[in-house]
T-cell receptor
Framework: NAGVTQTPKFQVLKTGQSMTLQCAQDMNHNSMYWYRQDPGMGLRLIYYSASEGTTDKGEVPNGYNVSRLNKREFSLRLESAAPSQTSVYFC?????????FGSGTRLTVV | AQSVAQPEDQVNVAEGNPLTVKCTYSVSGNPYLFWYVQYPNRGLQFLLKYITGDNLVKGSYGFEAEFNKSQTSFHLKKPSALVSDSALYFCAVRDYDYGQNFVFGPGTRLSVLP
């Protein structure tokens, strides 16, 4: 089925470890976004990519890097994870036929 | 830069009564406006959007929203609430004229009481 796929769905990291969250879409969308959701904080934009080859910082970019590998894929990397990065991460893509979320990645940093 | 406010953290309504979840926004250009819903331990689902045209937008599950440019508001409404509507609701805005930044409000928790 067409849609937005996020991997992994769950991850536990130790402080200082690195990991990459993957987002892939087959909806031919130009724009892709990474958000984090924390209790009481709503959805905060980390980075976004308006098109292949471009990326821009959002509200909370510190501690993260992104790569727009091609039109389909937008990855979020944590180089040295910190407990403050414990959160649920969502990928959003659009705008053809509206903006669609991935199912999320629940990350715990201990 | 655009912003979204949802002035109520929590809205309580009795089943069968009309419901309203409020949203106001700020953009430099023309707004794209959206509502999303999140059920417990679930992802975010699209409800409806305003791009242009009729100020009253109809969406999924019987929800509708009214765009009011003079008040910079985009309130979500439903004529008769269901217990199953209980969830977290997010309003979002993208500035059509200035970039691709897509900003969400803090969310409003709706509780429909039987």
């Amino acid at each position: 089925n067409a849609g937005v796929t996020q991997t992994p769905k769950f991850q536990v990291l130790k402080t200082g470890q690195s990991m990459t969250l993957q987002c892939a879409q087959d909806m031919n969308h130009n724009s892709m976004y990474w958000y984090r959701q924390d209790p009481g904080m709503g959805l905060r934009l980390i980075y976004y990519s308006a098109s292949e080859g471009t990326t821009d910082k959002g509200e909370v970019p510190n501690g993260y890097n992104v790569s727009r590998l091609n039109k389909r894929e937008f990855s979020l990397r944590l180089e040295s994870a910190a407990p403050s990065q414990t959160s649920v991460y969502f990928c959003l893509t659009g705008p053809n036929y509206g903006y669609t979320f991935g199912s999320g990645t629940r990350l715990t940093v201990v | 830069a655009q912003s979204v406010a949802q002035p109520e953290d929590q809205v309580n309504v009795a089943e069968g009564n009309p419901l309203t979840v409020k949203c106001t926004y700020s953009v430099s250009g023309n707004p794209y406006l959206f509502w999303y819903v999140q059920y417990p331990n679930r992802g975010l689902q699209f409800l409806l959007k305003y791009i242009t045209g009729d100020n009253l937008v109809k969406g999924s599950y019987g929800f509708e929203a009214e765009f009011n440019k003079s008040q910079t508001s985009f309130h979500l409404k439903k004529p008769s609430a269901l217990v199953s509507d209980s969830a977290l609701y997010f309003c979002a805005v993208r500035d059509y004229d200035y970039g691709q930044n897509f900003v969400f409000g803090p969310g409003t928790r709706l509780s429909v009481l039987p």
